[in-house]
């Protein structure tokens, strides 16, 4: 989207794409996760069928779902702090939006280069753990309080570890430019092959298991969901959510999902690019253009493939006690991803 | 007293000198209000965690629970007023609902009691179908919690299966007493009906399904690190305490105390036809209680099968009148429910009904340890020692 059509296209056209691409590429994602993911494979799992009414095979479900939080009446509670009330979910959902513009889709398919994209996509994603405090603070229930200040609390233990992990691929990589970072992977060569590239996932195993488990508790999903934890807590931050507003966050929720899926696989698992040797390519200006559209495809079966991973234990494992919870961040986590960063370093110098 | 003999409201009129101890105290309040304050949680009545309607007061400090006290009685249904309004056979219908996940298992000790006063005794078949019965009630009913607990701790997949494997369980007894949850199939003198046709190598089946489902359990969940470092060492009974509290079932076995009513009283039942293990577990905390319960479900699946093995024949049914009328006298039967011991105290004056019931409830006694067992710990642990206590609503509230 950049110099193919900036002769063509106006600057009001091209920052409409860019809006229409966002808000795709966050809530097909979402949605697709959320059929079949959350409805069918979770179902399937727990020998159910799902979904089977709406659609075949219950595909259209998610459609009747929000039609139903649509026609919800819109509850506020009485002493809830209403302007803080409402703008919670819009904040978390928001930094979702920010996090996806960095998300390389092609050769020429992003929404803006950032040199820095790394350090802005670590740096915005904690952007939610504001609405989430947010939330748990206005809404003057016990439960959403607990629940908020646990999110606070794990969000924040958990980003130190997820920066440690990618510090790993930034200094292999040598950039913090998610672009490069995937020509990086795709035309490099490792232990002298260069069929598969360079993906980091084997090169930065580590990286990439601290960096997926930080995600799993960033995202609050189980083992890690004690913000939501609906044993304890009913439902956490969103107990007095209901209609629209839950639905902006059980987007959201599936949403980050999906685009932290996404910047690990253009971290790990090389993003857009198939392994350049494949088509006799060799550095970023011998790629084919009919890559900023086979591109986004990648990007997407392999974001399909991490949430897997992440929905795969979500459905399978109880949940810890938050003291546990911070016990495994700062004793185990962030000593093996230091212990990464060092070897990483030495490798880089060495060799 | 300071107050008053304070300097400055010595010089003030009486009426002055009250607003100035008021202030005073609304200065001190103040004071006390900016320390950090705990916060009063109430758990339920409606909430996810306690499968009914129980109510825990808990007063947190941060996380962690300073004091804490069920508070119960919202489902209170009047069952030992109301059996004094019903005939003896009418009786079952009602206990029936009692605990609702095993509910055959509530009618036998009430009809032993019944007999004991009669000086009836039912004959061998139905006394063995009596316990085969019996049996299945504790193995729908655990089994459940076994599912049940994966969920409160936050793994959503067990209880699925859980449901699944239950249901063969629950199509057993319907089709052997014509009610899934609510049979009310036991009779003064004996059963309703003999077993149906099939009925015994079809049991053979779902029993070995149900062994299955206890290895799956135990590998899926048991297994799993993060449930033990939840459950282990969390909400820890020691021997003593929990004789003390009067638990009663699997909670007392976890605690190492080899106490199991089975086999340790004579009742008309084939207990004693059987060869069977009581498990105990040392440890008395969560984990031990699960692991007990567990082992039981195993052991219950043996009982039936060896049952099902030397089941004798004969009639189901001894001779009693058609209208019955118990003689006067009181007596007391308990049995080894699903949920611990469970007993009837009933009184009769000679008339069609009962003159008076008094119904001993195992969740009732064990959910008492809970003010003792929730100081200290943290909230998601109430959860977790709310859950391996295992209570049915029902059972406490009757």
Redesign the interface.
Known sequence: MNTLFAAVIPYWGQSLLRVLGGLVAVLLPAGTIVYLFLFKMMSFMQSRLGPMEAGPYGSLQLVAEVGKWLQKEDIQPTNADKPVFKMAPIIVLMSTFLLVVVVPFGPDAWFTDLETGIFYALAVSSISVLGILMAGWSSANKYSLLGGLRAAGQLIAYELPMVLAVMGVVIQAGTMNLQQIVVAQNAGSMFGIDTFGNPYVITQFVGFIVFMIAIQAELTQAPFDMPIAESELVSGYMTEYSGFRFLIFFIGEFATAGVFAMIASTLFLGGWGVPFSWFGWTSMDSVANWMNVVGPLVVFTKMMVLTFLIMWVRFTYPRFREDQLQRFAWKVLIPVSLANIMLTAVLKVVF | MTILNDPVSAKLGNRQQLSYIASQAADARLNVELETEG?T??IGPQ???THGTLRIIARLDG?QVVWAEPSCGYMHRGYEKLTEVRTFPQVTSLINRIDWLGSFANEVPFILAAEKLMNVEAPPRAQWIRTILFELSRIANVSLFLGDL????????PV??AF?DREYVLNLIESATGGRFHPNFDRIGGLKDDLPAGWIDETKVVMKKLRNFCDEIETL?FG?E??Q??TRGIGVIPRDVALQYGLSGANLRASGVDWDLRRDQTIPLAYDKVDFKVWTHPDGDSFARCWVRLQETREATKIVDQLLDGIPSGPVMAKVPKIIKVPEGEAWVSTENPLGEMGYYVVSRGDLGPFRVKIRSASFNNISITPWLLRGV??????TILASLYFILGDIDR
């Open positions: 916060m949680l109430n909430h996810p965690a996380e994966g969920v409160q701790l936050g793994a959503i997949t699925f299966l699944r969940l799993n993060i449930f470092s939840r943290y909230v998601p642990d109430i959860i």
